[in-house]
């Protein structure tokens, strides 16, 4: 029952890392789409511990605006994370949150590689292109998506 939300999320987070990955954004409408099934799955009441689920999304998106303000993180990787964490279940946070790092990990190794060996000048992948900039929506989503087999 733990791994349904996030199963249910899982199409969305394989458009999130698309298009992070294809023009360095997060669109507003994907996380309002997370937002919209949440909030279907727990009026069904497929959702366990909703207040800790509200609890830890709001320290989140507190921690992320700070790290937004000061330049760490872009807009729309706080936005996804803050409402992806309704969908992780509160006892298996830690193990997300160690998932998250090592999808991090990986996915600097991939980026800066592919920038590295396949960037040209007129790719179409924004990911690619840019040297400063990092798509964080990789990371959240492959982490979202490899949650449900730990659960």
Do not use: C, H, Q
Not at 91 to 99: D, G, K, S
């Amino acid at each position: 029952m733990d791994a349904l939300p996030l199963i249910a999320l899982s199409p969305l987070m394989l458009i999130m890392i698309w298009t992070d990955l294809r023009y360095m954004r997060i669109p507003n409408r994907l996380v309002l789409a997370a937002l919209a099934l949440f909030t279907g799955l727990a009026l069904f009441g497929l959702v366990g511990d909703l207040d800790r689920r509200l609890i830890t999304a709001a320290v989140v998106l507190t921690i992320g605006f700070g790290m937004f303000a000061a330049k760490v993180l872009g807009g729309g990787d706080v936005k996804a994370l803050a409402v992806l964490m309704l969908f992780v279940p509160p006892r298996a946070v830690p193990e997300f949150m160690i998932l998250l790092s090592l999808a991090m990990l990986g996915g600097l190794v991939l980026v800066y590689g592919a920038r590295r060996l396949l960037a040209t000048p007129d790719t179409g992948w924004a990911s690619l292109r840019e040297t400063r900039r990092f798509p964080l929506g990789l990371s959240i989503g492959s982490a979202a998506l490899a949650l449900p087999a730990l659960l």
